[in-house]
């Protein structure tokens, strides 16, 4: 574990999911490349923000800007809102669909660090006008760099272009190679080696250097996690492992066991897309829940929610008939106002809680403690939820049901033996179905994407054609009518040197594998 305890960039004392980060995504075009590229990229931006846009609930994305870097730098899109302007996104897209390059060389030099000086420039002109409008201040800006040349050129193009430039207001800066599936001249000359050391690191922002499959599944999933609460000033989860139920002096002495925790969705709520009661009925849970609890997030918050175990079961002493509601995960808290001797002692304590579960082959019942706040001497309801351990450093966390909200149900055994004639038929028939190892959700589509596109574009056609129709070609070349991005320049102050802090390419997790969180799920045991 990293020994540099990181600040926190003007980020608010409660964990939001409102206050997510702007994002600017800089698309670096080389060819041929961009040919197998483009497609692709296409269609999963359409694809995420047809989601994104149409999500309800606190804001997942705030504010979101295109460049696009090749002979010239060029701002597709300025910073823009994304809750609501599908349309204007949709039109943004289309111009990069139909952007064609040629001839087989690689941008110059200077033009990325320039589209990232000019994008930061973009948001500070930005966050200056809303600061004296909104309420609460624009959170740090993530700059992604996609890019089809080798990362650490880029990451060194970047090193060079931006050393005097100050990037306290950028939370990340994010160079994603794409790899896989590029067909043509990819085998770039590799860039000189330097040496590395901390005295020739010279980035304020942390550099994050990851490699992307060149398929739409694959940067789905990579936009997809722009969605996810990303703030780490406070912890989500206190899980208390010591039983309230015990006498004092049978606890662990003064030092009662909690697990601090952050809580990450499995999925989205179909509750909280247009259209999709008659796919998915909504379940609208207690108040005081967990679910509840995620979804008003934006809400402040003094303290983490409380989880106190109640006693263990068996891995198979519980119906799945009995759970409902949405899965979350829990992690090991990455809450930054944590000393690191804690975060390590509490990752560690987590990973020997989900060893000793899987070991004992248990499952752990908790209860949850009430966000309402108790008045008039009436106890509010309270929530009860089973944990299950997985082979991944995560716990799966889901509603049970409790003697209220039960009916009542009677339901035969098996015979021993059904009727021969029809065991035959049944037999012949599950013969010929397809058999698979898992289920992969990431294979199976509910044309969900062109469903929310049609919604977003039906009451704003005529708005979307006179966008998109910037984009027509003349003279069999494509009519240039971009936004530039031409701001007044703005003072820029020299960055105190830092050592920069490269994350080495971590590769995307793979489209074809199971997801693993829901890997150890215990099997219905109806």
């Not at 269609?43 to 979101?64: H, V």
């Not at 930005?126 to 650490?152: F, N």
């Not at 263990?312 to 119906?319: D, Q, R, W």
């Not at 939820?385 to 339901?411: C, D, N, Q, W």
């Amino acid at each position: 574990m990293n020994r540099r305890k990181t600040p926190s960039r003007g980020t608010s004392p409660a964990t939001k999911i409102s206050h997510q980060p702007p994002r600017l995504l800089i698309v670096h075009i080389a060819v041929p490349s961009w040919a197998d590229i483009c497609p692709n990229l296409c269609e999963a931006l359409q694809n995420f923000f047809s989601i994104a846009c149409s999500l309800k609930g606190p804001s997942r994305m705030s504010l979101f800007s295109l460049y696009t870097v090749q002979n010239q730098q060029e701002c597709v899109l300025p910073f823009v809102q994304v809750r609501g302007n599908f349309i204007r996104l949709q039109a943004c897209i289309s111009e990069l669909q139909m952007l064609q390059v040629e001839g087989c060389h690689r941008p110059p030099h200077a033009l990325l660090p320039l589209a990232v000086k000019d994008g930061l420039q973009q948001f500070k002109q930005y966050s200056s006008h809303m600061a004296s409008s909104a309420a609460q201040p624009c959170t740090p800006l993530e700059i992604t760099v996609l890019t089809s040349l080798p990362g650490k050129e880029v990451v060194k193009e970047l090193e060079e272009g931006l050393k005097d430039i100050n990037l306290l207001s950028v939370r990340r800066l994010q160079v994603v190679e794409v790899t896989k599936g590029i067909h043509g001249c990819t085998d770039w000359p590799s860039p000189t080696e330097e040496p590395s050391s901390d005295e020739s690191s010279i980035l304020e922002a942390d550099v994050v250097l990851e490699t992307l499959d060149n398929d739409v599944v694959s940067m789905e999933v990579f936009f997809k996690a722009w969605l996810h609460n990303s703030e780490t000033d406070q912890e989500n989860i206190h899980l208390f492992l010591t039983p309230q139920s015990l006498p004092p002096s049978s606890r662990v002495k003064d030092h009662p066991i909690c697990l601090k925790c952050d809580l990450q969705e499995r999925f989205l709520s179909p509750s909280l897309l247009p259209g999709t009661a008659d796919g998915v009925s909504r379940i609208d849970d207690p108040k005081g829940d967990i679910s509840t609890l995620y979804q008003m997030a934006s809400l402040s918050s003094d303290s983490p929610y409380k989880l106190q175990v109640v006693k263990a079961l068996t891995s198979n002493g519980i119906c799945e008939s009995l759970t409902y509601g949405l899965p979350f995960i829990l992690r090991p808290t990455s809450c930054w106002q944590l000393d690191w001797d804690e975060l390590e002692t509490n990752q560690q304590h987590f990973h020997a809680l989900c060893h000793c579960l899987l070991k004992r082959n248990w499952l752990l019942l908790a209860r949850g403690e009430p966000l309402i706040p108790r008045h008039n001497q009436n106890l509010p309801a309270c929530s009860f939820y089973v944990i299950t351990p997985s082979h991944s450093l995560t716990l799966l966390v889901k509603l049970v049901a409790t003697r209220e909200l039960m009916l009542p149900g009677f339901f035969p055994l098996l015979s021993e033996n059904p009727p021969e004639d029809s065991l035959k038929v049944i037999e012949s028939t599950l013969d010929s179905l397809d058999l698979g190892l898992t289920y992969n959700p990431l294979h199976v589509g509910s044309h969900l994407y062109s469903r929310l596109s049609s919604a977003h574009a039906k009451p704003q056609g005529r708005l979307y054609t006179s966008c998109a129709s910037r984009g027509l070609r003349k003279g069999g070349q494509l009519k240039t009518s971009r936004v530039r991005a031409t701001v007044v320049p703005l003072p820029v102050a020299p960055a105190p040197r830092r050592a920069l802090k490269m994350t080495e390419a971590r590769k995307a997790p793979s489209v074809t594998s199971l997801p693993s969180d829901l890997e150890e799920e215990c099997p219905p045991q109806t």
